[in-house]
């Protein structure tokens, strides 16, 4: 297998945010006195946060999901966030490929809002040839409509292209792409990503070019 372009998620894979979501999805559960507990967390992670809004219907009877939506990214603007910082390796690792002139997407379920500060954590602002966010797709991971977009952005054959997950949404969201994935254990155990075809703890641990352990 050739991989001639990569494609990352953001969140928990580029930078370490699941900390910081769990904190502002915890602080609006509380708010009706809604216990949030390990399966909870698991239908929220790495997804859409209106997807997965839109699936709790029986937590919020006659409630738009839009508006629920707006309520949590209300608990965004506190300053008493846990911080944002880069993924061991992520840097190092999406700059190199940069300066090798690897096409380079970023698929994230994040709003368009929020991904320009994330990835100046990291210092990452200008390196990517396509973004894709929550709001451009109909519907998100782990549906392959954002990856499935990016590599058609970028003029890449989904087969030569890998995708960089950290959470099972998104490892099932690449591999329906028909993409190679790297599947980083920043937020879930090496088991849960069990379909990743190569999971690693870090980015540092990333060879390329990855066809070398495809």
């Given amino acids: 297998?050739?991989?001639?372009?990569?494609?990352?998620?953001?969140?928990?894979?580029?930078?370490?945010?699941?900390?910081?979501?769990?904190?502002?999805?915890?602080?609006?559960?509380?708010?009706?006195?809604?216990?949030?507990?390990?399966?909870?967390?698991?239908?929220?992670?790495?997804?859409?946060?209106?997807?997965?809004?839109?699936?709790?219907?029986?937590?919020?009877?006659?409630?738009?999901?839009h508006e629920l939506l707006d309520e949590v990214l209300a608990h965004e603007v506190t300053d008493d966030l846990p911080e944002v910082v880069p993924v061991p390796?992520?840097?190092?690792?999406?700059?190199?490929?940069?300066?090798?002139?690897?096409?380079?997407?970023?698929?994230?379920?994040?709003?368009?809002?929020?991904?320009?500060?994330?990835?100046?954590?990291?210092?990452?602002?200008?390196v990517f040839d396509v973004v894709v966010t929550g709001r451009d797709v109909s519907v998100g991971k782990p549906d392959p409509q954002g990856f499935r977009l990016a590599c058609q952005q970028l003029g890449v054959p989904a087969r030569n292209s890998v995708g960089f997950e950290d959470s099972p949404a998104g490892v099932a969201a690449v591999k329906a792409a028909g993409m190679f994935c790297?599947?980083?254990?920043?937020?879930?155990?090496?088991?849960?990503?069990?379909?990743?075809d190569l999971v690693v703890d870090d980015l540092t641990e990333v060879p390329w070019p990855i066809e070398e352990v495809a």
């Fill in 1 to 65: 297998m050739a991989v001639t372009a990569a494609v990352f998620d953001l969140d928990g894979t580029l930078v370490l945010t699941e900390e910081r979501n769990r904190v502002v999805w915890k602080r609006f559960f509380d708010g009706y006195g809604i216990e949030v507990d390990d399966a909870l967390t698991a239908q929220l992670t790495g997804r859409r946060g209106l997807d997965a809004l839109r699936e709790m219907p029986h937590l919020f009877p006659d409630r738009d999901p």
């Fill in 182 to 196: 790297v599947a980083v254990t920043t937020t879930f155990p090496r088991d849960v990503l069990a379909d990743a």
């Fill in 89 to 126: 390796g992520a840097t190092a690792l999406v700059r190199r490929l940069h300066a090798a002139r690897v096409p380079l997407g970023l698929v994230t379920s994040a709003l368009p809002e929020h991904v320009a500060t994330r990835l100046l954590a990291a210092d990452l602002l200008d």
